[in-house]
């Protein structure tokens, strides 16, 4: 099994940044994973925006955020971060960590692990 606790949400104002946690672990996980960082905002289907390799380190993004979200990984610490740079209120929504085994997936099916999700509200 496989457990991902997020962290690093808040409230923030617009034009801010944030940089967003994911530590993995359990009894299977391990730095080949492809890890994706999802988020669903009120009244709205979960969607995804970054995500990692576990073989290479290649990242891509949804194009909503591409350059603005920057999703890198510490393999020594098993903890993905999802850095949210000149943050929108539209990106106000809870944001959630994902594992697989199918790279370069956006889909939330061909992800197997997911954790709880951090809060990230942005607001003047």
């Known amino acids: 099994q496989v457990q991902l606790v997020e962290s690093g949400g808040g409230l923030v104002q617009p034009g801010g940044s944030l940089r967003l946690s994911c530590a993995a672990s359990?009894?299977?996980?391990?730095?080949?994973?492809?890890m994706g960082w999802f988020r669903q905002a009120p009244g709205k289907e979960r969607e995804f925006v970054a995500g990692i390799s576990g073989s290479d380190d290649w990242t891509f993004y949804s194009e909503s955020v591409k350059g603005r979200f920057t999703i890198s990984r510490d393999n020594a610490k098993s903890t993905v971060y999802l850095h949210i740079n000149s943050l929108k209120p539209e990106d106000t929504a809870v944001y959630s960590c994902a594992a697989g085994r199918l790279k370069g997936a956006r889909a939330r099916w061909a992800y197997d692990y997911w954790g709880q999700g951090t809060q990230v509200t942005v607001s003047s």
């Open positions: 359990g009894r299977t996980y391990n730095n080949n994973y492809n």
